[in-house]
């Protein structure tokens, strides 16, 4: 675990990454983290050269995620084939964009679109048709020097992939090296039951772990096991990234406008000094 890095969603101080945001590289490493996760969309706009250049120059990891505005016809699980072909271009165009801006991992619920849940018995080809997609995605980010990596959520935000095990069995259809698997506290609440064995399940491709509590607010104190959680990761000697991820409360309508109303994130900088604190104490 000794190669083990923590690091953190700029969620936790802003809204959208620009040019202008670049100062929270500095505010990151300032709190010892290793890493910074940035949102990606079409309605983002900032230079990959210089977010790669401030990030090297401060020796921090970047991460892109599909977590600002992303069309809900852009899914490679899609039942229309020309949803699917757009979902294809879309994904392809953010891990040329994670290329350009030197970041390790393209990460997130990639396989589909977060709140699109079709209430259903699935089409027998909605998982093969969907890795195959994967599979060209992570042949695209391989040769870019990337990571893939598949995020499993809620079934309040997909039907697609909810457990480690799902997350596993699609890559295992997909049968390709560079898809990985990430797990977020906040949503393995609703999906498992032991947090341990979600740990081991995913094991063999566990990239990373979201870090937050069942109320996305500081990890401790809520219901995420972390005790038996953290154990695991010790156990199977994981030695990926530790983010922590919420949303900024502070930020006029930003919190609520993704659904958090009770202000768990008033302050980026003291959620990570918490956070850390917390995990390291458990680590």
Request: aromatic fraction near 8%; include cysteine; hydrophobic fraction near 45%.
């Amino acid at each position: 675990m000794g190669r083990m890095k923590f690091g953190a969603h700029i969620y936790l101080w802003t809204d959208r990454w620009s040019d202008d945001a670049l100062w929270i590289f500095d505010r990151a490493a300032s709190l010892g983290l290793s890493c910074v996760e940035i949102a990606c969309g079409d309605d983002v706009v900032f230079t990959p050269a210089k977010t790669r250049q401030r990030a090297e120059e401060l020796g921090l990891d970047v991460v892109i995620s599909p977590g600002a505005l992303w069309p809900m016809e852009c899914d490679i699980s899609h039942d229309d084939p020309e949803c699917r072909a757009l979902g294809l271009a879309w994904h392809s165009r953010c891990i040329e964009l994670a290329a350009e801006s030197g970041a390790v991992a393209y990460a997130g619920a990639i396989y589909g679109h977060p709140g699109r849940v079709c209430r259903r018995v699935p089409p027998p080809d909605e998982l093969s048709r969907t890795a195959a997609n994967l599979h060209i995605l992570a042949d695209r980010a391989a040769a870019a020097g990337i990571r893939l990596v598949l995020e499993p959520m809620s079934h309040f935000r997909t039907h697609l992939v909810n457990t480690p095990s799902q997350a596993m069995r699609l890559i295992e259809l997909a049968g390709h090296a560079n898809l990985m698997v990430l797990l977020d506290t906040y949503h393995l609440v609703t999906e498992v039951r032991d947090y341990a064995q979600a740990v081991r399940t995913a094991a063999p491709r566990l990239w990373g772990i979201h870090a937050c509590e069942n109320d996305r607010g500081v990890p401790g104190g809520g219901l995420v096991p972390w005790t038996s959680m953290l154990g695991a990761l010790r156990e199977t000697g994981f030695d990926g990234y530790i983010m922590l991820e919420s949303y900024n409360s502070s930020l006029a309508e930003f919190a609520a406008a993704r659904g958090m109303f009770h202000g768990v994130c008033p302050d980026g900088d003291e959620f990570v000094r918490r956070g850390l604190e917390f995990l390291r104490s458990h680590l």
